[in-house]
Every structure is written in structure tokens, then in C-alpha cells.
Nanobody
Framework: QVRLVESGGGLVQAGGSLRLSCAAS????????MGWYRQAPGKQRELVAS???????NYADSVKGRFTISGDTAKATVHLQMNSLKPEDTAVYCC???????????WGQGTQVTVSS
């Protein structure tokens, strides 16, 4: 019954903004971390941003200064505010959750972000 639901993806012009959201349910454990990966055709999967139970955040160098992650592991929700978007940001963005129990990783289905030039 574990479910991760992402929303907020779409089509935006270069320089625009999008806000992604992810809500997890059915996880029978405390959550150690949540975050976002992305993968574009022909490119390696990239960890975009993460946030831990203690509130620490990390970002890929390619998005520092443009993206902001926020969330609440206790509520199992996470957001990614994406500003100054570039065509290179085009990818499928997937939310993930890492549980305290057994460090198990759950994944969402992903949401498409397309940035036009």
C-alpha cells in the first residue's frame, strides 16, 4: 500500500519556474530522507536534491542557486522549487523516500519537466 505521488511537472519556457510536490503514504516507518532524482534521455541519473530528517539539504552542482528543496519527513511530503529553468533541466523527476527501518528506498512514478528554449 506504499504510494508516492508526484505533481507539478509540465512545460515551461527557459527562465520560468515550476514547483514539484511529492506526498508519500502507507510507509510503516520513520523516514530518514526524501529527495528528487532526475533522468534525461542519453544522460546518467542524477541526484538533484535531498533533505534529511534533521533538515539538512544537499544539491547537485548543476542546480545550486536555482532549486530549493523543502519538506517534512514526519509528514512524508517534499517539494522542489525550480527557478531560472534551463533546457538542460528537461527530464523525468522522481521522488524518493528512505526509511529508517532497514534503509529501504521507495520511488514515485516520476513527473515530466520540459523546458523549452
Amino acid at each position: 500500500q506504499v504510494r508516492l505521488v508526484e505533481s507539478g511537472g509540465g512545460l515551461v519556457q527557459a527562465g520560468g519556474s515550476l514547483r514539484l510536490s511529492c506526498a508519500a503514504s502507507g510507509i510503516m516507518s520513520s523516514i530518514n530522507a526524501m529527495g528528487w532524482y532526475r533522468q534525461a534521455p542519453g544522460k546518467q541519473r542524477e541526484l538533484v536534491a535531498s533533505i534529511t530528517r534533521g533538515g539538512s539539504t544537499n544539491y547537485a552542482d548543476s542546480v545550486k542557486g536555482r532549486f530549493t528543496i523543502s519538506g517534512d519527513t514526519a509528514k512524508a511530503t517534499v517539494h522542489l522549487q525550480m527557478n531560472s529553468l534551463k533546457p538542460e533541466d528537461t527530464a523525468v523527476y522522481c521522488c524518493y523516500v528512505v526509511t529508517q527501518l532497514r534503509d529501504y528506498v521507495y520511488w514515485g512514478q516520476g513527473t515530466q519537466v520540459t523546458v523549452s528554449s
